[in-house]
């Protein structure tokens, strides 16, 4: 389901299982030992002072609401798949309680249906491609001699010989229709043309859809068409279509047919039919795993037929890189292609390919998608295979690519990440500093049942926490700077020592009685430095790693 942008940057540190510390898997009665402890902690009727009597009734409440939802079945598996959000979908109060998971996510995906439908309108899916095509072959394949006495005949000369634009928009109309408008411009060496679609989509079931389609254009005429979709098993397909196209030269008949199934977990194939002005049948396998992506490819049909190959590597890096090479042959020729892909920014994907033909010869294709818009540049380079051609084909966008990644790209994305950390702070500086204020309360409140813990501890030479800090620790940066982002935990962390044992469970530590988040956005870690046995420990945990104290690894071992 989509989720709004501001759903996107909502600040929640809210965690019941970490507010309670407690595992994912609590007993009830694990629930309760700690219910009952924060509770002894937290309850009003401790505290004479008004001020504080008042805090500790905030907090008592969010150790019951915690303690609410998890010991309630049915409020707990909400919660489990949809966290907080999920308990405030309308809807769940007249929803039977006897539920399994599964039933409990159906309906709630059943209820955020129906408040999706209210936002339908508001919503539409434009796509577009902007391809623009260049002749470059006067660079490498030209008469010096014939341009020798012209104007400007020392440089080459280029040109853009072809254009198409085209671009799309979806209107739902329900939550089972569809409508999209589309529409494209094309123009090559000065002659061009245009045409206009309407398409409306029907969900008809979970199996299939079907959609009716409506065009026009200045060159070919009216067109009708109707499309079908089925699953047939859960590993089979079926695409059905047909149309009618009314050109100057009379009715132009076409009908297509795709049948598709999953060879394995990793493997499709693929098989078509198509009659009318390019009538053709086609079967291809097509295999993509994390790391590859592999398709063979043979068509027999008019006016071409041809056997193509295909692979691909993706490399498992952050910038989602990927290599890439195909060769395909047939009537026309023989075409090898090799390129590269690779992830610039969050919502932009560039890459470069490198076209080699007999008798096409050698073509430099950029690529750079931008969310749902493409931006195509196709260089014709020569109409011979010229290895310079070649060459520079290949060269030539590698170096351009490192230049703009360098003194561009990596600048512009520090720039952004930085500026979504600070919208980010800004948009969770109230909650942050109400989180904050509980947290100083907390650690107020506590005060007390600290003091008889260390004295019962000591008593016995048991746990003692000498120094906690959370947050984000720089080892590269003075102390001031490297306190400004962490918070000390030394009086929360002996408040939850029980029996000389200190358990902190895998959720994040933010969630924590006395503990909030000091760095929002960055990665935090806890660190301890205890007494255990009169011996000197210390130890750094993750934030969501779980921690259990004493362990003979945190022995300090004194200098002989």
């Known amino acids: 389901m989509a989720a709004s942008t501001q759903d996107d ?15 994912k898997e609590a007993t009830l009665d694990e629930l309760k030992a700690s219910y009952r402890r924060l509770c002894m902690l937290y309850h009003p009727d401790k505290h004479r002072d008004p001020e504080l009597k008042k805090q500790a009734e905030q907090l008592f409440n969010q150790v019951h609401q915690a303690y609410e939802v998890l010991s309630d079945a049915h409020s707990r598996a909400i919660y489990d798949i949809f966290g907080k959000k999920g308990l405030e979908v309308e809807g769940w109060e007249v929803v039977e309680r006897k539920r399994t998971p599964a039933e409990i996510r159906e309906e709630y995906e059943r209820l955020q249906r129906e408040k999706e439908e209210r936002r339908l309108q508001q919503r539409t899916n434009p796509k577009g491609t902007i391809s623009v095509g260049v002749d470059a072959t006067d660079l490498f394949d030209r008469y010096d001699d014939d341009f020798e006495e012209m104007p400007g005949g020392g440089f080459p000369h280029i040109e853009i010989n072809r254009m198409h634009i085209s671009q799309s928009i979806e209107a739902p109309l329900t939550n089972t229709d569809t409508a999209m408008l589309s529409g494209s411009l094309s123009t090559h060496n000065g002659s061009g043309g245009g045409n206009i679609n309407v398409t409306v989509r ?6 299939g859809w079907g959609e009716v389609e409506f065009g026009a254009g200045d060159i070919l005429g009216p067109l009708v068409g109707l499309k079908v979709f089925r699953n047939i098993t859960s590993r089979c397909f079926l695409t059905a279509q047909c149309g009618l196209q009314f050109s ?19 493997t499709m194939g693929y098989l078509q039919w198509r009659w009318g002005p390019n009538s053709a049948m086609t079967t291809s396998l097509v295999r993509d795993t994390k790391s590859s992506h592999f398709t063979l490819a043979l068509q027999l049909g008019v006016p071409h037929s041809y056997l193509m190959m295909s692979y691909q590597y993706k490399f498992q890096d952050e ?7 195909s060769v395909k042959t047939g009537w026309f020729g023989i075409v090898v292609e090799y390129g590269a892909e690779r992830k610039i920014s969050r919502h932009s994907v560039v890459s470069a390919n490198v076209s080699i033909g007999v008798p096409q010869g050698v073509t430099l ?11 195509l540049f196709p260089v014709h380079l020569t109409d011979q295979l010229l290895p310079s051609a070649v060459f520079y084909a290949t060269v030539g966008p590698l170096l351009a690519y490192i230049a703009v990644h360098r003194l561009i790209i990596i ?4 720039a952004q990440k930085e500026q979504e950390l600070e919208l980010q702070r800004k948009s969770s500086a109230t909650d942050i500093a109400k989180k904050k204020q509980e947290a100083e309360t907390a650690v107020l409140l506590m005060q007390e049942s600290v003091r ?26 003075s102390q001031k700077q490297e306190k400004a982002k962490v918070i000390d935990v030394t009086v929360p962390l ?12 895998e959720a994040s530590k933010a969630g924590l009685p006395g503990f909030y988040d000091p760095c929002v956005g960055e990665e935090k870690s806890l660190k301890l430095l205890y007494q255990f046995r009169g011996v000197m420990h210390q130890v750094i945990s993750a934030d969501t790693e779980p921690l259990r104290i004493p362990k003979q690894s945190h022995r300090i071992e004194s200098e002989s």
Request: glycine content about 4%.
């Open 9 to 23: 940057f909502e600040f929640n540190t809210q965690d019941y299982y970490s507010l309670l510390n407690v595992r």
């Open 494 to 505: 002996q408040c939850l020592v029980k029996d000389s044992k200190l358990i902190l469970t």
């Open 202 to 207: 029907r969900v008809t079931s979970a199996k």
């Open 365 to 375: 294709k950029i690529k750079l998608s931008r969310a749902s818009q493409t931006y």
């Open 411 to 414: 600048p512009y994305t520090k």
């Open 319 to 325: 910038d989602q890189t990927k290599v890439k090479g």
């Open 452 to 477: 008889r813990i260390i004295e019962a501890e000591e008593s016995k030479m048991g746990l003692i926490i000498l120094n906690g800090w959370y947050g984000k620790f720089v080892s590269d940066t």
């Open 248 to 266: 100057p030269r009379g009715l132009r008949p076409s009908c297509s047919l795709m049948t598709a199934r999953h060879l394995d977990q990793n």
